[in-house]
């Protein structure tokens, strides 16, 4: 059998292959380099960028839970300009799309870090964080708020032309309805989900683990809600998914295809494995193979219920 | 890099404390004093995380089963704390394991003939091993290993046998001196000479206060710091601790996993 298509496009960003890196989980590419090559997958999103340097929580900011880690980062990045001035040289070199995933404290910086971003022909394109539950701002969540969500998509597709993702929260009542108005406000795609909010307790102490009290639950444990998020959410719109949440092997990624995404992300896995994605693009590409099945695409949303 | 790697012994040294001896790659014998190593304990996904280790000793001896007639190996100290380091004690010779290594930035060895200071808390004496066997060769060094009681003080016959003058102190006084390390420490420095560098592996309140007699003393010191981890190599960015310049407005946190897990003393806030 020849070799199977494994190439998907998302919001016009070509892939050689469904597999792209999750924001945070991937540091800047550059500290992923020794283990894989970068040149295997199909994209590499950024660390969540803000417009200023951020410093982040105290620690401990991670531990782990059964199935999964919970993490308080509080977002801490080099900020926007550090970013195209000392990372973006290193991407630069790497023939894979580079996604720019950024955070804004309000809805003024998520549009100027959309417009910095919008003239650098090395970053592909944009997926805009609306979820990121450990840190808030005069009290607004845009994740969980469809008119604030919208708010966001609109002033970035207006300051930039690059394909505009926007990343979702599973903190809410109604995935669809967020799903939705994001679309309508200009979104060209979907990424789904961002991590679940938790916590953990040290009986002992009588206090919380994190320093932050709250932290985002990913890996394993969250792959059912994900993987239930973007069935709704890939009968309800019409643009493509991309399934993230405990992906771990080539089985939950294709799992994901199924459901109704058209790539998948890998986050917690890269710390267990760095060449965790790479091994997964490669997997995936055999179980097409071992399946006779010729394109990649033929998977998406093929669920039989 | 990352490898497969055989137990070939796992013995237990003292009651809860475990010495581990793996197979390793042959480029693993470059791994510098203070550098880690993170296991992967299990293959299914609990633990799910890889748990990190200092790197005790590690070698070569020869073998009939590889084809340059010699098996590198590292070794690791452990105390058994919770579920991670509970299974590990539970693994036997042949038993495999996934690890991640060398990690981290290791110890800076100073200026030949200089006295060297070793000051180890409990299962802190880990890396300071490796570090013992190279400042041997040219430093005179002197270790000071603390612990609650004399069952958590390990392995200082080892060191003994590479010729480092021991002192110990216990907090129950079963071993050694009673008291804390530190204390211990200043007693035997007013007399004599003072020293020319100073490491130290332990809790941090033990670090912190042999930051402090460094600067007294001004003598240059380096720690070796533990944090909670996800990654091991700067990616999650977990693991930090707060530099020197930190400050609600001037923000500096370093990655213990990346930027440490050694220190210069004087580069953190001790806060
Ligand atoms: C660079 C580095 C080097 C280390 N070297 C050694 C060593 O040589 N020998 C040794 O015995 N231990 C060492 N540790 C600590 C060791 O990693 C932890 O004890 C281990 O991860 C605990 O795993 P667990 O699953 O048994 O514990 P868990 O069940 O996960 O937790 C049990 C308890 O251990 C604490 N703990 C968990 N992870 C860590 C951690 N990474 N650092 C500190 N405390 C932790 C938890 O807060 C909890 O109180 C090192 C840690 C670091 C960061
Ligand atoms: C340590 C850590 C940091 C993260 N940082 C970000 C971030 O900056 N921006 C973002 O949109 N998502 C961030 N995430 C969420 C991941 O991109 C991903 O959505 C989530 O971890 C679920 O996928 P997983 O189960 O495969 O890890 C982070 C996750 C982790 C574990
Ligand atoms: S452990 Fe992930 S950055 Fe240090």
Redesign the pocket.
Known sequence: MTKPVMSVEIAGIKMRNPVMTASGTFGYGEEFAGYMDLESIGAMITKGLSLKPKAGNNT?RIV?TPGGMLNAIGLQNVGIDAFIAKKLPFLRRVNTPVIVNLYGNSLEEYGELAARIDGLPEIAGVEVNISYPNVKQGGIVFGTDPGAASQVVSLVRSNTSKPLIVKLSPNVTDIVVMAKACVDAGAEALSLINTLTGMAI?LQKRRP?LANITGGLSGPAIKPVALRMVWQVARAVKVPLIGIGGVMNATDALEFILAGATAVQIGTANFLTPAASQQIAAEMEQWLVDNRVGDVKELIGALKS | MQFQSQVLTNTEVSPG?YRMRMTAPPALVESEAGQ?VMVK?SSAID?LLR????I?DMGSFATPYSDSGRQTFIE???????????M?ADLHQGDHLDIIAPL?KGFDFGEAGEEKILVGGG?GL??LYLLAKELVKSHKVRLFAGGRSKEDVLCITEFERLGVETYVATDDGTLGDRGLVTQVMMKHLASGGAPKRLYACGPFPMLRAVAGIAEEMRVPCQV??????ACGMGACLG?VVKGVNHSAETPDFRC??KD??VFESTDLSWE
């Open positions: 401990p782990e040290d683990v | 404390y880690f304990i633990p748990r990190p280790f200092g005790y690791i100290l452990y105390k058994v704390v919770g579920r991670g380091t509970g590990l981290g299962v880990a890396p070796s710091l533990e944090a909670y981890m693991c213990v996993c440490g897990p």
